[in-house]
């Protein structure tokens, strides 16, 4: 069992930048991958980021790529996304997510474990 708890979500202008917090505690969270996903009114939960649970590989969606860095902090179990030059477009409700199995995975149905989510706005 995972509990995960995210935080950094807020309001800001287009062009800013916000470090989404995603802190896991549990018997296996030290070595879950862990992955972003995000949920705009009206629309499906997509992908935004992943990463093993060893932190050495990183995978983005198209629309973030660039602009958007995973992380994780094996020592606090905690992991990060930084998000820059946000758009209006990237608002959303953002989950964090891990699996019980080793391997990344990059759909939600995936995932065994979700966070309350944390809502970013993006004004324009």
């Known amino acids: 069992q995972v509990q995960l708890v995210e935080s950094g979500g807020g309001l800001v202008q287009a062009g800013g930048s916000l470090r989404l917090s995603c802190a896991a505690s549990?018997?296996?969270?030290?070595?879950?991958?862990m992955g972003w996903f995000r949920q705009a009114p009206g629309k499906e939960r997509e992908f935004v980021a992943a990463i093993n649970w060893t932190g050495t590989n990183t995978y983005y969606a198209d629309s973030v790529k660039g602009r958007f860095t995973i992380s994780r902090d094996t020592d606090k179990n905690t992991v990060y996304l930084q998000m820059n030059s946000l758009k209006p477009e990237d608002t959303a409700v953002y989950y964090c997510?891990?699996?019980?199995?080793?391997?990344?995975?990059?759909?939600?149905?995936?995932?065994?474990?979700w966070g309350q989510g944390t809502q970013v706005t993006v004004s324009s």
């Open positions: 997510a891990a699996r019980s199995a080793r391997g990344v995975y990059l759909a939600a149905g995936g995932y065994d474990y």
């Open positions: 549990g018997r296996t969270a030290s070595t879950s991958p």
